[in-house]
């Protein structure tokens, strides 16, 4: 059957009003009738067993940022390191995150960078000297936590955590870039393989100290292994440092019954048989740099991603209506099939976001009624 398009701003659609998680803006968006929950279609969809339509996480998804969770009066606390979603801030500025490491934020970019010059360790053998792990006991859980669950949290939507940085990253961010990171994968490989599996003892924590206070459905695990060219370092050194680790991380997380999202920037490739033997459900990667269509068809059964729209990178023009629809439609065309995706909008006029998410679901629903 045809799903109905709603003109924007036609007084007889139906709507209901949603913040966009990055920059927290209000919009006015369609609400439609749910055969069932956006839980359950996205729960279908990541186990290939019918979904009914492409999950929008600007409608599907409840998300909570850490930054958000832990409140303290100890300043040396900061924060954790994430792209800032917030309208606090409009210009540069300096942080300290949860390991004392320092960074700028910079406006233009949309993110935060090393401060030049910092690093907290010079010498990886020594980290067990220069780390401090934060001690989870000491932050305020209780107020942000009983705001959200009696005033918030809706059980019908998928509740999204992204974790920060995993543990290739943890490791630049503590010794002050990539060059010097790489220096130490080569030279002392057995200390960064020590700190990787310390690190996830920590991450383990934090993730648990979550489900105690929040019933998360999908988390999302950082750690970027490549550059838009290639990897940073080779798959022996994944295997002997960076693996173990990791697969134990996502282990864990699967075990409490939480979707894994793993998000890698760059040319992944390389890795790619990795991936598919890891318990993960879906992969956040840049499709400038990642072959998509190849992932699909290779591994589709088991891999799965989330995308923006076919044809729009994030910070170009955005396209006209008519193009957003077509780039819409051709997204389903190419990735929706037995399920396996979300699709979110990189756009900031309100007027294409109620259009693309109206041709989302819309589309996606004639697609897998003809599927089903």
């Not at 910092?118 to 006991?137: A, I, Y």
Request: hydrophobic letters at 40%; glycine letters at 6%; aromatic letters at 16%.
């Amino acid at each position: 059957m045809k799903y109905p398009r709603y003109a924007y701003n036609d007084p007889a659609a139906p709507t209901f009003k949603v913040k966009t998680f990055i920059g927290g803006h209000e919009l006015t968006m369609p609400k439609y009738d749910y055969p069932i929950t956006p839980k359950e279609n996205f729960t279908r969809s990541i186990n290939r067993n019918k979904p009914m339509w492409v999950p929008n996480p600007l409608l599907d998804f409840q998300i909570i940022s850490p930054n958000d969770m832990i409140l303290s009066t100890d300043a040396t606390i900061g924060q954790n390191v994430s792209m800032d979603f917030s309208t606090q801030h409009t210009g540069d500025y300096r942080f300290t995150d949860w390991f004392l490491t320092d960074w700028s934020y910079v406006h233009s970019a949309g993110g935060p960078m090393l401060t030049p010059g910092f690093f907290l360790c010079e010498d990886v053998t020594e980290w067990k000297k220069d780390v401090k792990f934060p001690d989870f006991s000491d932050w305020d859980w209780d107020t942000f936590r009983d705001d959200f669950m009696s005033n918030r949290y809706d059980p019908n939507k998928i509740l999204h955590v992204d974790i920060g940085l995993g543990c290739s990253e943890r490791l630049v961010s503590i010794m002050g870039g990539y060059g010097e990171t790489m220096l130490a994968f080569a030279a002392e490989p057995d200390a960064c393989r020590d700190f990787f599996e310390a690190f996830i003892d920590h991450e383990i924590e934090f993730f648990d100290k979550i489900m105690d206070n929040y019933p998360i459905d999908l988390l999302t695990y950082h750690d970027d292994w490549c550059n838009e060219r290639d990897a940073f370092f080779s798959p022996a050194m994944l295997e002997y440092m960076l693996l173990g680790p990791t697969k134990r991380f996502i282990d864990h997380v699967k075990l409490r019954g939480v979707f894994l999202e793993f998000h890698i920037c760059g040319n992944m490739m390389r890795f790619l048989p990795y991936f598919n033997d890891l318990d993960i459900d879906l992969l956040q990667i840049q499709r400038r740099a990642v072959d998509f269509p190849l992932i699909k068809e290779k591994y589709g059964d088991k891999l799965g991603f989330g995308t923006g729209i076919e044809g729009f990178l994030p910070g170009a023009a955005e396209p006209t209506a008519d193009q957003l629809i077509s780039m819409v439609r051709k997204t389903i065309d190419m990735y929706a099939a037995r399920g396996g995706v979300y699709s979110s909008f990189y756009l900031s006029d309100p007027e294409l976001l109620w259009i693309g998410t109206n041709e989302l679901y819309a589309y996606s629903r004639e697609f897998y009624d003809n599927e089903n």
